[in-house]
């Protein structure tokens, strides 16, 4: 039985392009999460700690190891921390 060739190239090129592309998206997402991976199934819970997160350090994935709270950190309420106009 004959080995068509010519239909390899195709191959090689949708299979380099799909490569290219996946590996592209996980280093972008992965770069935005500050080299870690994506969250899944995220629920009230995880929700909160993000804001929390977000709310200490200026990030969702960010985290602190001092013991102690900024200033602005006085209230755990997100309506305290917003700004009235």
Do not use: C
């Amino acid at each position: 039985m004959p080995v068509p060739w010519e239909a390899l190239i195709p191959f090689g090129l949708l299979t380099v392009m799909f490569g290219a592309a996946g590996t592209l998206l996980n280093t972008s997402k992965r770069l935005q999460n500050q080299g870690k991976g994506p969250r899944y199934n995220i629920d009230a819970w995880d929700e909160m700690m993000m804001d929390r997160d977000r709310r200490l350090t200026g990030h969702p994935r960010g985290q602190r190891s001092d013991p102690v709270a900024p200033d602005d950190f006085s209230t755990s309420s997100m309506w305290y921390t917003e700004r009235t106009r």
